[in-house]
């Protein structure tokens, strides 16, 4: 449940998780003299490690990694929704790069002050922790550049929709008269799927428009199709209607219109809805 809940099946989770596992397992080593990265040290050698390798490199990189991704999170946000912005603040990625930073920050001006600052095992440490926080560069520019490209958001949003999430809603959406197929938007794991589909049909991206909602059919029919609640497709039901009604709305979008129709009438076609599903159409 806990791999389920962070996610942790998905790469953008568990490769920036891997690396810092290894390095940490090395460190350990490290630490414990089980194997050395130093030589010869003198006072020199060690004010080098602890200043310029520990401190210096890691401190003059991180202001830069997170500038440039918060720009990059920045953009998308504005492109699809600020709810990106959001989720990526959120992400094990940022804070696997805040922690080992600030952790390598930390650590070196504390070594570098402690009586312990002769010792090459520490130095050892510090060495290894700096190869492990550039290591992680690697991924973290791969995943930013993922949360870039919708169809990697839509597909991390749309995971979050499961049977035990459409389950543990099904009393809310029955208790909200008046607001049928309704939950409150911090809440609502469906909603920012919604607003990227609404902003790719007001932008003529037909091709992320598509894509979405092929996606958001196929979690239907895997997550709520066999559920058969009437809450449930009423859920889905409001959402698919709300595209179809930006769809009309904007000029040259035939396309989305008649694909939210086809999808309404087969959410309608084998649920309790069906009767709901015809005046949606």
Known sequence: ?????????????????AVIAAFTCVGVLTAFGAISFTGPMDAARFK?????????????????????????????????????????IRSITFWAIMTVYLGMIVFSILMANSTDSDNPRLAGVIIVGTIMALSLLIPHFLITASFLKPDF???????????????????????????????????????PVIEIVESAIKRGDRATTRMAMEQ????????????SRLPVEEY???????I????VSVPDEE????????????????????????EDI
């Open 236 to 242: 889905f039901l409001g959402y698919l209607l709300r």
């Open 1 to 17: 449940r806990a791999l389920k809940e962070l996610d942790l099946l998905s790469w953008d989770n568990w490769v920036p998780l």
């Open 48 to 88: 080098t490690i602890y200043d310029s390798i520990g401190l210096r490199t890691t401190a003059s990189i991180l202001p830069t990694i997170i500038s440039l991704s918060l720009v990059a999170i920045q953009f998308a946000s504005n492109q699809y929704t600020h709810r990106i912005m959001v989720f990526y």
């Open 216 to 227: 958001i059919h196929s979690r239907y029919l895997s997550q709520a199709e066999r559920l």
């Open 153 to 191: 958001i839509i597909g991390k949003l749309l995971r979050r929709v499961d049977r035990e999430y459409l389950l543990s809603i099904e009393q809310a959406l029955a208790d909200r008269p008046g607001y049928t197929g309704r939950l409150d938007s911090n809440s609502d794991r469906l909603l």
């Open 255 to 278: 396309e989305a219109a008649v694909h939210a129709v086809q999808l309404i009438g087969t959410v309608g076609a084998t649920g309790p809805a069906g009767s709901i599903a015809v």
């Open 244 to 247: 179809g009604r930006k769809a």
